[in-house]
């Protein structure tokens, strides 16, 4: 009898299906299964089904939660859209522009499971780092965020000028990140700030952007040398202060305070926006293989459920006969 | 007849809207072309990032007799509004913006902001910032922090200034001494915008 159970063995039990993920947990039990037991166990796939929807639960609950998180955050975010604009608009924005001492700031999250934002930020952050190294021009980074830490100490180590991480332990405001900004204006020597971080379009969509402030001899620098975006700079009286450079080094700090503030706020929400979208993915699939294990755990019952009917039916035959 | 009218109307405004963004994307494409053009050259593969023109909302035309306000901070932001005339506190004293102003560029410090459409005075507290004034009559201005004058509580900032001229005055480092004059001299400002 034994022989029979195990010549039509897991085939015909185990559904037909091309993707089987089940398969591999419950091949090690077979033979201890089908070893003195007549009947098929089903504990191994009840225990597969309970850990999936476990699964299933922790990611709704995820998923709630960055959505809350979400809506906070994104309200914040968008009043926070403003303050950059006047300074694009006086300042214009150079993304071209040729220094000495580049400066990459890689804003990242401090948190994992929100899909590909981070490695966004870091790609762009190594393809800007490899567009501004050069013979006499050097380029270093700066990160904030646990997550594009650790990618980029990986390859990159030496480059690394300075980290900051922990930045979301608190709501963010904008005290907070004039602290660090004002860490990175002491501690890093620049002639251009190229921030990076993941602007917020939609729950879906986020934008890898990077925004540029220059140090304020290049702003003069840029200035006096007229043509583009700067050159228009002229034109404007500036007062207060004793001298112009004075004035404009306060002018680029602020903005790079300012700037800071939105990226650090646009990156935060598109975080959330990308758990969100992540979690809600991933309960799918606990749910679609959920309904497969299920499939199996019925099919296996009623294939065992059969096998004994079979067997007690030809068994009383065999006495008749 | 009723029908044909909005359909004339429509193609026209159609027309309009592709002339506007053939214009704009051109602006775009000059400013940012040699980034574009290295970054193609050196990762092929990915998407250059945006870059914060690409998201600039647009910019306030001029208006010849009227003052057009941006005011920013890091929680609010009152945009796009005409009045007739703005009273900044710069470094160098109260200044009086008028449509037509020239060219400027200057530093706030802690005090009144108020903003005048005609017989309305609006009154803000700016802690410190900037102010562009544009030569199309557009004024930027940029404030660490502004609050309407009336949701300050005149109570609280009596006990803090007797806190911290006290706090001044037993300072005993330059740091300790400096941090205390800052918040005496905002103190001072937001006393006197609330009594005047």
Redesign the interface.
């Known amino acids: 009898m034994a022989s029979l159970g195990r010549g039509d063995s897991p085939a015909p039990l185990i559904s037909p299906q091309p993707i089987n993920p089940h398969r591999s947990s419950i091949s090690p039990a077979e033979d201890q299964a089908f070893l003195g037991v007549r009947s098929i166990s089903t504990q191994i796939v009840r225990n597969r089904m309970k850990s999936v929807r476990n699964i299933q639960k922790i990611t709704k609950a995820m998923k709630m939660v960055a959505a809350s998180k979400l809506r906070a955050i994104q309200t914040r975010a968008e009043n926070s859209r403003g303050l950059w604009q006047p300074f694009t608009a006086l300042l214009g924005d150079t993304p071209s522009v040729d220094v000495k001492k580049n400066v990459i700031v890689t804003i990242s999250s401090d948190k994992g499971l929100c899909g590909g934002i981070n490695s966004t930020s870091v790609k762009i952050s190594r393809a800007l780092h490899k567009l501004n190294s050069g013979p006499d021009k050097e380029s270093k980074y700066v990160v904030l965020g646990e997550k594009a830490k650790a990618q980029l100490l990986r390859d990159s180590k030496k480059d690394i000028e300075l980290c900051l991480t922990e930045l979301q332990k608190n709501p963010l405001n904008y005290t907070q990140v004039s602290v660090i900004a004002d860490d990175v204006l002491k501690n890093v020597e620049y002639d251009a700030l190229r921030i990076v971080f993941n602007k917020f379009q939609s729950v879906v969509s986020f934008l890898p952007t990077t925004a540029t402030v220059l140090s304020p001899e290049v702003v003069e620098r840029e200035a006096e040398s007229g043509g583009g975006k700067l050159g228009e700079l002229d034109n404007y009286e500036i007062e207060g202060g004793e001298t112009k450079s004075e004035v404009l080094q306060n002018l680029t700090e602020f903005q790079f305070s300012c700037v800071m503030f939105n990226a650090v706020l646009e990156n935060a929400c598109s975080e959330q926006g990308a758990r969100m979208s992540a979690m809600d993915s991933s309960s799918r699939n606990a749910g679609d293989m959920l309904d497969r294990l299920t499939l199996t755990y019925n099919r296996t019952r009623q294939a065992s459920i059969t096998t004994e009917l079979i067997e007690i039916i030809s068994g009383a035959s065999a006495l008749e006969g | 007849m009723i029908r044909r009218a909005t359909t004339g109307l429509l193609s026209r405004s159609t027309v309009i809207g592709v002339y506007h963004r053939q214009l704009s994307s051109i602006e775009v494409s000059a400013?940012?072309?040699?980034?574009m053009m290295?970054?193609k050259r050196?990762?092929p593969n990915?998407?250059p990032?945006?870059?914060?023109?690409?998201?600039?909302?647009p910019?306030p035309s001029s208006i010849a007799s009227k003052l057009t306000v941006?005011l920013?901070?890091?929680?609010?932001?009152f945009?796009n509004k005409e009045v007739d005339m703005v009273i900044v506190p710069?470094?160098?004293g109260q200044?009086g913006i008028l449509p037509g102003h020239?060219?400027?560029?200057?530093?706030l410090k802690p005090g009144v902001l108020s903003i005048h459409d005609g017989n309305d005075v609006k009154k803000y507290f700016v802690s410190s910032?900037?102010a562009?004034i544009?030569?199309n009559s557009v004024v930027?201005i940029?404030a660490?922090?502004a609050v309407p004058i009336e949701q300050v509580d005149p109570a609280s900032v009596q006990k803090q200034f007797t806190e911290f001229t006290q706090k001044l005055r037993s300072a005993s480092t330059d740091l300790e001494k400096a941090e205390a004059q800052i918040r005496v001299d905002v103190l001072v400002a937001l006393n006197s915008a609330l009594s005047g």
């Open positions: 400013a940012d072309e040699l980034f290295a970054w050196i990762m990915l998407d990032p945006k870059t914060p023109l690409a998201f600039m909302r910019r941006n920013v901070s890091p929680y609010s932001e945009s710069a470094t160098t200044m020239m060219a400027s560029i200057s530093e910032g900037f562009f544009h030569s930027d940029m660490a922090e």
